[in-house]
């Protein structure tokens, strides 16, 4: 079973840029399709952003389309979540997420088996 760490959250101006990295160990992430999920206070946790096992296809939830950007580096077992014009609605804890193989259904949460701790993203207006 893959261990996921989140790093990369914080405070940042409405506007500013965050990015978030997800560190893959007891595994690799090559293996693994990843997704990015976050939760506000009272919510659900929702989708954010998912990319398949060599990248080749690439989701985003509406909120952040033409905002967020995820990447992966193979070599560093890492994935990325670039966040660029935040806004006060995007804070939430940020989770990384993985399931083994590839995926049709990017978007679907209950599909991802391991999960990380969570890390604070706070965007002030």
């Known amino acids: 079973q893959v261990q996921l760490v989140e790093f990369g959250g914080g405070l940042v101006q409405a506007g500013g840029s965050l990015r978030l990295s997800c560190a893959a160990s007891?595994?690799?992430?090559?293996?693994?399709?990843m997704g990015w999920f976050r939760q506000a206070p009272g919510k659900e946790r929702d989708f954010v952003a998912a990319i398949t096992l060599t990248g080749g296809r690439i989701m985003y939830s509406d909120p952040v389309k033409g905002r967020f950007s995820i990447s992966r580096d193979s070599s560093k077992n890492t994935v990325y979540l670039q966040m660029n014009s935040l806004k006060p609605e995007d804070t939430a804890v940020y989770y990384c997420a993985a399931k083994g193989g590839d995926s049709l259904y990017l978007s679907f949460r209950p599909q991802y088996d391991a999960w990380g701790q969570g890390t604070q993203v706070t965007v002030s207006s």
């Open positions: 007891g595994g690799t992430s090559r293996s693994y399709t």
